[in-house]
């Protein structure tokens, strides 16, 4: 049973201007009011913003979690039967204190007011949807869940790495659940974006570019200056093997026992980092001699598909209102049963 994912930036800047066939359908103009302002979401946010940004780690009460939350169910409600049954997430670190609080906003909502108007509607809506069960769990449980109940259909120990933007996240998870002890939070990319910006600033004016906006640079490995290209290829391996060296590294000495390793020799990886080579490379270089070092399907959806998966399994096995929600901190990602289409 197949499951699509649908991810948009998660990026948001306040825009009252109107904005009308500027894109190509509903996921690329995202456009969405939130008390008496509107707000560009996403790919939209990118194309015609100024200034699109998020906070890190960002709480249920914040309105960037409002509105990534809101476009998220809006995506969702094309290709699901109501009411929906939703799984979503935070870090280990932020959960116990955010839990509640979002459980309790999800489950309130019931419509979102957006406008069709940027992918070539009329006019501004609003779209009622309705919730029938929220569960929230921690992101790396999601992708634990993908792992063991997804395509794959993983068994035995296996060590989970989630290389987050804003969160590093680890653990050991066996066929008896996730070992306490063994998990850990530290900074997530945020950390090698940073040192690469800076790096560029010492040679290079790159104007009032946001965060996200030199993370999207980062991504693709060059940025335009002054009307010049700039190849970030090996800033870019430098603030890799910085992060993981500063970083990554100490947070698995300082978690993972010897032990740990004479219980599972496999260690998996997912999220956003999983993408790049270089930090590919530096856990192949620490750990190949004895574990092997795989990188997930997918990186980037994993805990969404995990989420998806525990949704369908609370419904009771149905997968038509099933829905995973990963709101990211460089990507919102929304995923269901392809069956309900």
Not at 60 to 74: F, M, N, R, S
Not at 291 to 302: G, H, M, R, S, W
Request: net charge negative; hydrophobic share 35%; with cysteine.
């Amino acid at each position: 049973m197949n499951i699509r994912s649908i991810s948009f930036p998660s990026v948001i800047e306040g825009h009252n201007n109107d904005l009308v066939n500027v894109a190509k359908d509903q996921l690329n103009g995202l456009k969405i009011r939130e008390g008496e302002e509107d707000y560009i979401i996403g790919n939209l946010a990118l194309s015609e913003g100024r200034n699109p940004h998020k906070a890190i780690n960002s709480s249920p009460e914040e309105i960037d979690y409002k509105l990534l939350l809101k476009a998220g169910i809006l995506t969702a409600s094309n290709y699901v039967k109501e009411p929906m049954v939703i799984t979503t997430g935070f870090p280990f670190s932020t959960i116990n204190i955010n839990k509640n609080q979002a459980n309790e906003y999800i489950s309130g909502l019931d419509s979102v007011v957006c406008d069709s108007r940027p992918f070539g509607g009329r006019d501004q809506q609003s779209l009622q949807f309705s919730v029938n069960r929220v569960e929230i769990i921690p992101e790396l449980i999601g992708g634990i869940i993908a792992m063991r109940s997804g395509g794959t259909q993983r068994t035995g120990n296996f060590f989970m790495v989630s290389l987050g933007y804003g969160t590093l996240e680890i653990g050991l998870s066996t066929d008896g659940g996730i070992i306490q002890r063994t998990e850990g939070t530290a900074p997530g990319l945020r950390y090698a974006v940073d040192w690469a910006m800076k790096e560029l600033m010492q040679n290079y004016y790159v104007g009032l570019r946001t965060e996200h906006q030199f993370d999207a640079a980062f991504q693709r490995g060059n940025i335009t200056v002054n009307r010049k290209r700039i190849d970030l290829a090996e800033i870019r391996k430098r603030a890799l093997t910085h992060y993981y060296k500063d970083v990554v590294t100490p947070l698995l000495r300082n978690t993972w026992e010897d032990e740990d390793f004479n219980r599972a020799n496999t260690i998996i990886l997912m999220g956003g980092g999983a993408l790049y080579p270089e930090i590919v490379n530096n856990f192949t270089e620490e750990f190949g001699s004895f574990a092997n070092v795989e990188v997930a399907d997918n990186p980037t959806t994993v805990a969404s598909r995990g989420f998806c998966i525990r949704s369908r399994n609370i419904a009771g096995g149905g997968t038509e209102a099933a829905v995973g929600l990963d709101i990211g901190n460089a990507h919102t990602t929304v995923s269901v049963f392809e069956e309900q289409n």
